[in-house]
Antibody, heavy 124, light 110 residues
Framework: EEQLLESGGGLVQPGGSLRLSCAAS????????MHWLRQIPGKGLEWVST????????YYANSVKGRFTISRDNSNNTLDLQMHTLRPEDTATYYC?????????????????WGQGTLVTVSS | QSVLTQSPSASGTPGQRVTISCSGS????????VYWYQQVPGTAPKLLIY???QRPSGVPDRFSGSRSGTSASLAISGLRSEDEGDYYC???????????FGGGTILTVV
């Protein structure tokens, strides 16, 4: 069974940093693109970032570009999201999700399955 | 404000057929595949429909998707109480160069 388990969420002050991790199991991790998405409490979903199976290609939403960095360790089957210069509007539950085996074309990708999420709260 | 427009709520009685709509533009629905996600309260989203009208294994054929022009629809027939939850349309947007989601539709089975 494919499983994703996020960790690393918590309370951080505005301007601070946080690193999220996602442990994957049940599939050949390096074969698949991976994604980070988020959901503001009680609100809708927002795509955050995507990385190819090799880690050589990365993509970011405009709202996080230059502040967040996605990376992966295929030897340990983990996906990370390093977040800097955090803002109150970054407060959300962050989910990692598995993509298609072939990342391109990007528009043909999906998010399946999703992890259970980890809550990030940016507040003073 | 979402790039994709969904009606905020929908409802039906058990056994009924309901339709959830998603309206966009040429840069998203008009030129890219549509995906639908279901989120039961307190759980993570789940892929329901991919590439406009394809169901992942395990998704009942009560769920069907369609796309026409710059609009898309999710139909649920034989409505069941466990179908209650939030439904989101999603796709790539060529202008924004990223994935976009609709605001979500809350489905209630009364």
């Amino acid at each position: 069974e494919e499983q994703l388990l996020e960790s690393g969420g918590g309370l951080v002050q505005p301007g601070g940093s946080l690193r999220l991790s996602c442990a994957a199991s049940g599939f050949t991790f390096s074969d698949y693109g991976m994604h980070w998405l988020r959901q503001i409490p009680g609100k809708g979903l927002e795509w955050v970032s995507t990385i190819s199976g090799s880690g050589g290609s990365t993509y970011y939403a405009n709202s996080v570009k230059g502040r967040f960095t996605i990376s992966r360790d295929n030897s340990n089957n983990t996906l990370d999201l390093q977040m800097h210069t955090l803002r109150p509007e970054d407060t959300a539950t962050y989910y990692c999700a598995k993509g298609r085996q072939w990342l391109l074309p990007l528009g043909q990708n999906w998010f399946d399955p999703w992890g259970q999420g980890t809550l990030v709260t940016v507040s003073s | 404000q979402s790039v994709l427009t969904q009606s905020p709520s929908a409802s039906g009685t058990p056994g009924q057929r309901v339709t959830i709509s998603c309206s966009g533009s040429n840069s998203n629905i008009g030129n890219n595949a549509v995906y639908w996600y279901q989120q039961v309260p307190g759980t993570a989203p789940k892929l329901l429909i991919y590439r406009n009208n394809q169901r992942p294994s395990g998704v009942p054929d009560r769920f069907s998707g369609s796309r026409s022009g710059t609009s898309a629809s999710l139909a649920i027939s034989g409505l069941r109480s466990e179908d209650e939850g939030d439904y989101y349309c999603a796709m790539w947007d060529d202008r924004l160069n990223g994935w976009v989601f609709g605001g979500g539709t809350i489905l209630t089975v009364v």
